[in-house]
């Protein structure tokens, strides 16, 4: 059983950086797309940015592009999002998420996405 557990959250100014982690642990990451989610207080989860199994393709949400940055490095199970020139209107808590994905890109935000984190807190405030 995959579990994830996301690192990295704290509080930033704005113009600030992060990098969250989610470190993956129960099974190889390598078949798996991942993705990011977000959830503000009051607020519907959203999706950020995922990235396809190998690593080649990504999609970021437009009102992160730009300023987030997906990666992964499938030999320590491990994906990062990079997060630049915070603004306010992204405090949330953020999630990592999985699914089994067999292509070179990454399937929709909106897809199931079956394995979650626990997320981390991100606050951007002066």
């Known amino acids: 059983q995959l579990q994830l557990v996301e690192s990295g959250g704290g509080l930033v100014q704005p113009g600030g950086s992060l990098r969250l982690s989610c470190a993956a642990s129960g099974d190889s990451l390598d078949v798996y797309a991942i993705a990011w989610f977000r959830q503000a207080p009051g607020k519907e989860r959203e999706g950020v940015s995922c990235?396809?199994?190998?690593?080649?393709?990504?999609y970021h949400v437009d009102s992160v592009k730009g300023r987030f940055t997906i990666s992964r490095d499938n030999a320590k199970n491990t994906v990062t999002l990079r997060m630049d020139s915070l603004k306010p209107e992204d405090t949330a808590i953020y999630y990592c998420?999985?699914?089994?994905?067999?292509?070179?890109?990454?399937?929709?935000?909106?897809?199931?996405?079956?394995?979650w984190g626990q997320g981390t807190q991100v606050t951007v405030s002066s």
């Open positions: 990235i396809s199994t190998s690593g080649a393709n990504t």
């Open positions: 998420a999985a699914q089994v994905f067999y292509s070179d890109y990454p399937p929709s935000l909106d897809s199931s996405w079956y394995y």
